[in-house]
């Protein structure tokens, strides 16, 4: 049977059950007025004889009865009371309900009036009539809603007694085998389980609807889980669904973010290790609401297995996350490259663990910007792939400093891609930014100066040199997430700069995979850029991270806007206007290439060589250098 035939079936029955509880209302409320009215006691009580009713009182009520039943139906049904939502019921339902009742009764009067009285020598008492009127709306109210009270009242005791014991209140989202097991773990206090709760069970599945897990109901949809969390005064979620594509957890993690509940999940079916009831805490990244884009393993294999493969900036939150999805495709030697030693250390350290000391890999310690130490690295080892990652990248530090954001993102990058060209690399990949579109901030700028540095020489050189443009990553050090958690772990403010800012964002594996993706295309001297959607309200991430948390924004954790910093823009871009003409999709429709812009190639070197003399000897002059060589460079930013 399928989901609108059970749908059907169900509302059918319900309406059923509803038309048998009015007419027993309906004839309770006349025999309960009768009771009162007339007689007041039963026969056959202590104290006393009783009274017993006339019997021309009970064949009135036998006609009035055949007469109001089909009536009161008639009546209730013109006034959609069997369609009505009842679990959404307002004031105006209750003046309807008033206004129905009323008629069912005038019309009881008049047909008394007209027929019955006629048939049975009985006068009809207004007074009595008017407390069945009354009996009836009330009971017909209990009949629609009443259950929500009397629910509501045994949550509120049942969340009094489990908060006194200490007990989280838990809705769990699956009711499958994970699901399960979550109840079971609650029920059985195992470890990590034994402060919660269980109290509902959401899915999907209609067919599970009305069922119950060791006792505890499962309800339909989860789009009812915002509501369902503030009716059962839920403090944790648990989605336990590890099967689930992207795709319906994100929908999943939209309900989840609108309730004030700290979240956690199983770990998805390709990471489960320890069984399917280990809880990981849902990150900010879960939240991205939309499919993270997949690569072709063949295509990235096929250059990477076998090759010395070298990472600038190795240790950092992208260089990191790229070593480590380069180790997945077995090269002959990978080489981490970076001035920091205790990241590049840890990061060998956590390698060389994973993979028992059988990934052939190296660390060196070095700054890009010594060429010296860059080309030692080239001499040594004559890497076939680079990725180049060392950068500085925090925006308002390098507004301060701008001749050391040249040295290191201008220089840096110009040094190792002049080795990678010297000693004949296969493959340069430049991780460079959104902000190097139409920049507004020296970061951006110089950012934009290595794609024109990449351009120029994947002109006259046979190494294959590419730039891959992405948006800010959830995650990576100095990220406005880890920014956010610090805030939050302190009790707030978060500070966000405008309620109106966006970025787009992608997370760490995301921009990685993009990366590799990037270099596995043919085309030299291109731009790639990754799709990521619509661009997200820093102001909405905040909240949701103050959600996820288990506070309530702007109540439990107060938000500050503290207005755009110098060189930050409101709104990113991706794409120059220059290069919209001809951009093309090369990767299911979420990679995108441009064509580069036309440049002089003598005035760009003449100008490079101005830039480093200015950035050496000449701090001051940095910035106008700068526009010289990147004309949209707009340092005023914003406001």
Known sequence: MNKKKLLARERTNKTLLYIVLDILFINFS?????????????????GGAGVVIAPQVWNWYILAALCISPICIIIYYLFRFYSNIWKYATIEDVYKIIIADTFVFVLLYVI?????????????????????????IILFMFSRSGYRVIKKFLINIEHIITRKAGFKRVLVVGAGFAGYNVIRSIATAEKGYEDRTAVLIVDDDIKKNDTNIMGVRVTHNCANIPRLASEYEIEEIIVAIPSATNAQLNQIMKYCAKTNCVLKMIPPLSDISQGFHVLRDVDITDLLFREEVEIDTKSISSYISGKTVLVTGGGGSIGSELCRQIAKFSPGLLIIFDVYENNAYELYTELNDKYEGKLNMTVRIGSVRDVSSIERVFEDYRPQVVFHAAAHKHVPLMEQVPAEAVKNNVFGTL????????YRSEIFVLLSTDKAVNPTNVMGATKRITELIVQSYAKKSNTKFVAVRFGNVLGSNGSVIPLFKKQIKTGGPVTVTDPEITRYFMTIPEASRLVLQAAAFGASGKIFVLDMGDPVKIDDLARNLIRLSGFTPDKDIKIVYTGLRPGEKRFEELIMEEEKNDMQILFHDKIFVTKPVDIDEEDFERKLQDLYYVSQNEPENTVDMIKKIVPNFSPEGEK
Not at 112 to 136: G, N
Not at 415 to 422: E, H, P
Request: hydrophobic share 50%; aromatic share 14%.
């Open 30 to 46: 006349l025999i309960f007025a009768i009771c009162l009215w007339y007689g007041g006691t039963i026969p056959g009580l202590p």
């Open 112 to 136: 008394d009036y007209s027929f019955i009285s006629e048939a049975v020598p009985f006068v009809l008492s207004k007074r009595m009539l008017m407390v069945a009127w009354i009996t009836d």
């Open 415 to 422: 040094n190792t891609v002049k080795c990678a060209d010297k």
